[in-house]
C-alpha cells in the first residue's frame, strides 16, 4: 500500500495540468476559492473542519514511484508530464478560515494561491477532506448544542467507511463531543475514548447475571451495563444486585427513549442507585436528543447519524478558481456565468462584524487582483476569519496533529458563543447571518 | 503511518475481549452473523459489497508497535490482554455471500466462526466496510438499471472523504458504473478512469476558445468539451467550429437539463456534429437519470448521489452473536430480545429461490449447532448464495484485490438478470422477495 495522496484526485486534474504544461498556461498565478455556495439541509451555520489533516496529507501530496508508473502506463499524461510530477510538491500559500470556526454561504474558507500547475491538482482531495469533515462537525455541534451540559460520545465507526470513522471521530470531537469509541482516532489524534459492552457480551455467557459479574470484575464497578439483552426491568435490577447501588451507570439501546429513561431512573432510585447514571444509544440524532431534554438521561452515544452528518454527509464545497495572472502578467478576477452554479470572482479577505459579542454579519472583501486586503484591526468591531496555514510550501505546525485537534476544538468552542440566539435552534432556516460582500476598492 | 487496520476497532471490542480472556469465555467457539435487518430507503433489493476490501483489511488487521503503545499507555486492556494482541491474527473462518451478490433482509451476508476473541473483534471494522461499500453498491444499481445501455461514470470524490472516494469508485463500478474519475481506484483496483475538463481550465485562459483549442491539441477531437461556463449555446457553436463536426463530445454540468440537453442536440445536429455526444453531470441522481431516459443524452456522470448512497449512506448492517459454545462445550443458538433489534439465533444456510430464472425466495435454513446445513444442490431450483471466503485464517485469493473486482462485477450484472421485474421500479417498496426462515432440524 502507498502512503502517497496524490491519486486521491480526479483525472481531469491531470490532464488539465497536462495541456496546460503545453500551452504555457500551467505557471500562470492563480487564486482558488474553496466555499460553500449555501448550508445544506436549511443548517443556520456550518463548521469548519478537516484542515489539520488536510495538512497531513498535503505532505503526502507526492508521486512516488508507483504512482508515476500508474500514471505512465495507463497513459493518463504524457511522459512530460510524468516527469513534472516526479519532482512536484505544493509551494504556493493556504490562507484559510482556522479549523473549528463556523462559515456562512460564500465564507472564503480555504484560499489557495500559486501557479495553476501548483494548485490545480489539490481540487479533489482538498473537497474530498473539507467536505466530509465539516458536514460531521456541523451536525455534531448541532447535536452538541442540543445536549447542552451532558456529556455526548461518537460510536458511528460501524456506519462509516473505516478510514471516514476516523476522520469522524476528529470531526465530532472539535464540534464538542466529549469522547469517541474509535481506538484509532483516539491514538491517531489524542481524543478521549469510551465504550460500554455489546449485546454479544451477555449472550457469550450462559447467564445476563455472568456476564455482568465478568464485566466488573475486569472493569470495575464504575463501568456502564448494557441492560436491554432480555428484559430491561429485569436487567437493571440484576445489575444493582450484582455491582450494589455503587454502579457506575446502565445502557439502554432500544425502545422508546423518553418512557423508558423515566422508568430506568424510577427503578434505579426505587432501588437505592442514585448516582448510577443513565446512557442512551438508540439511534439518537439532533432532534431525538433535542426531546431528551426533559428525560432523567445523563449521556448520550451518537453513532449512525453523526457520521453519516445527519441527513447531509457532504457540505457541498466546492474549489474554483477565482483571480490569475493573464498574458501579461496581470491580474484578472474570473467567475464562471453557469445558470444556478454561479461564483463570485476575485481574492477575498473575511470578517465576522460583531455586534455585542454577537455575530451580525459574514462580512467579505473583495479584492480584484494583488490590493492588500485590510487586516483585522482596519475593519471595527470584526474579527478576522483568515490565517496563514501554509507560506511558500511551509505548512504550519500548531495547526496539524494532535495539537490542532485541540486548538480547533477550544476555537470552536469560543467562536460557537458568538451565534446569535437563533442560529441555535434546530429547524430549517436561512443562515442566522447573512453574507455581505464588498469591493475592498470601495472603502 | 500505521498499515495496520487493527485500531480500526470501537473501544468496547478490546474491553470485553480483555474480560473474556479473565473469566475463560474468550475460548468459546462462536459464530457471528453480519446481516442486514431491513433495506434502507425502502429499497427492494441490496447489492453485496465491500467483501474484497475487507479480505485485503483483514490481512492488515495485527497489532504492530504503535498499536500495542497506545492500548497499554492509554490502559485500554490489561497487559495480559496487550500480550495477548501481540500474536493475533485471525485464525476462524468466513463464509459468505459473494461480493456482488444482492441481498434481503435477514441474508447472512457474512458468517464468521472462530473462538469469541478471534470474531468478536472483527465487529467494527467488518461493519464500516460492508455497511459503507453496500450502500454505495445499492445506490449505484438503481442508476445503473436507470441508465440502461448508457454508459455511467463515478465522478463524485470530492463529495465522500478521501479514502471513502477509492471505496466508493470500486462499489459503484461492481454494480454497474463504467468508469471513475478516481486515479487511485484505478491503480488500486484497475477500474477504467476517465474525464474531461473543468470550469477552471475555462477560466485560466484568455478565451473560451483558447480553452477549447488547447484541450483539443492535447487530448486530440474525440475529447469531450465543457460548454457551460459562459453560455451553452455560444459554448456549443465554439466547440463545433473549434473541434469540427468530428468532435467527440460536450459536458453540459447546469440549468435544466432534459430541455438543455434537447436544445444542445438539435444545434449539434444543425451544425452537422451528429456523431458528437453529449454528457450530462449535474446533481444527478436515479431518479433524474430516470427522468432523462427519452432525452437526447449519450452519457450520465454522477457525482454526490452516488457516494453518499442516494439518501442512505450506511447500508445499517449489523454483527450479532447467534451462536456459541456452553461452558460443556455444546452448541447454544442465541439471540437478543430488545424492542425493535431482535436477531435470529443459529448458523445459517442461505438459498435463492428461483422459479423460470427469476428469483422468488430469499431461503434462509437455520441449525441450531454443528448440524450440517445443506449444499445448494439440495434444495432443487435455488442457488446457494454462501462461498467460503477465509478457511482456518486462510483468505481465498480470488477475492480479492483486482480479480475480485473483476468477479464482483461480473457475478452482480449475472444475478441481477435474476430480479423480477418489480424489483427494477425505483419507488420506496416492500424487498422484491420474501425473506423465509426454515429449521434445518425440519426438513
Not at 447542552?148 to 461518537?154: F, I, K, N, S, V
Not at 470531526?171 to 469522547?179: L, V
Amino acid at each position: 500500500m502507498s502512503a502517497s495522496t496524490a491519486l486521491m484526485t480526479d483525472r481531469y486534474e491531470l490532464t488539465m495540468l497536462d495541456a496546460a504544461l503545453r500551452d504555457g498556461t500551467a505557471s500562470r498565478h492563480c487564486v482558488f476559492e474553496l466555499f460553500a455556495r449555501r448550508l445544506s439541509g436549511g443548517r443556520r451555520f456550518g463548521v469548519v473542519a478537516g484542515t489539520g489533516r488536510l495538512l497531513g496529507l498535503l505532505r503526502d501530496f507526492r508521486f512516488g514511484d508507483e504512482e508515476l508508473r500508474f500514471l505512465r502506463d495507463a497513459q493518463v499524461v504524457s511522459p512530460e508530464t510524468v516527469r513534472h510530477l516526479e519532482s512536484y510538491r505544493f509551494t504556493g500559500s493556504i490562507t484559510g478560515y482556522r479549523e473549528g470556526e463556523l462559515y456562512f454561504p460564500g465564507s472564503p474558507i480555504l484560499t489557495v494561491e500559486g501557479t495553476f500547475a501548483d494548485a490545480v491538482i489539490l481540487e479533489t482531495l482538498a473537497l474530498s477532506v473539507m467536505n466530509h469533515d465539516s458536514a460531521v462537525a456541523t451536525a455534531a455541534a448541532r447535536m452538541s448544542i442540543a445536549a447542552g451540559d451532558r456529556p455526548l460520545a461518537e460510536m458511528g465507526s460501524r456506519r462509516a467507511a473505516e478510514a471516514s470513522a476516523v476522520a469522524a471521530a476528529r470531526a465530532a470531537y472539535i464540534a464538542g463531543f466529549g469522547a469517541t469509541s474509535n481506538l484509532e482516532a483516539g491514538r491517531r489524534w489524542g481524543i478521549p475514548t469510551m465504550g460500554t459492552a455489546a449485546h454479544a457480551w451477555t449472550l457469550l455467557h450462559d447467564t445476563e447475571e455472568e456476564a455482568f459479574r465478568s464485566q466488573i470484575a475486569s472493569l470495575g464497578v464504575d463501568t456502564t451495563l448494557l441492560v436491554d439483552t432480555y428484559d430491561i426491568r429485569r436487567g437493571v435490577e440484576l445489575a444493582v444486585q450484582v455491582a450494589g447501588t455503587g454502579l457506575g451507570g446502565v445502557r439502554i439501546d432500544s425502545g422508546d427513549l423518553p418512557l423508558v429513561a423515566a422508568e430506568v431512573r424510577a427503578q434505579l432510585d426505587a432501588l437505592g442507585a442514585t448516582g448510577t447514571r443513565i446512557t442512551v444509544t438508540s439511534d439518537l440524532d439532533e432532534y431525538a436528543i433535542a426531546a431528551l431534554a426533559a428525560s432523567p438521561v445523563d449521556a448520550y452515544g451518537v453513532g449512525t447519524s453523526v457520521v453519516t452528518g445527519s441527513g447531509y454527509p457532504t457540505a457541498g464545497m466546492v474549489y474554483k478558481l477565482v483571480a490569475r495572472q493573464d498574458a501579461g502578467g496581470g491580474w484578472v478576477a474570473v467567475s464562471k456565468k453557469a445558470e444556478g452554479k454561479g461564483s463570485q470572482g476575485g481574492r477575498k479577505g473575511a470578517f465576522r462584524r460583531l455586534d455585542g459579542g454577537v455575530a451580525v454579519e459574514e462580512h467579505v472583501e473583495i479584492a480584484d487582483g494583488f490590493e492588500t486586503l485590510p487586516a483585522a484591526a482596519d475593519v471595527a468591531g470584526s474579527r478576522a476569519l483568515q490565517a496563514v496555514l501554509v507560506e511558500h510550501g511551509d505548512i504550519d505546525p500548531a495547526a496539524e496533529g494532535t495539537q490542532g485537534v485541540v486548538a480547533a476544538r477550544a476555537h470552536h468552542l469560543a467562536v460557537r458563543e458568538e451565534l446569535p440566539v437563533r442560529a441555535l435552534a434546530l429547524s430549517k432556516s436561512d443562515p442566522a447571518i447573512p453574507t455581505v460582500f464588498s469591493d475592498a476598492g470601495d472603502r
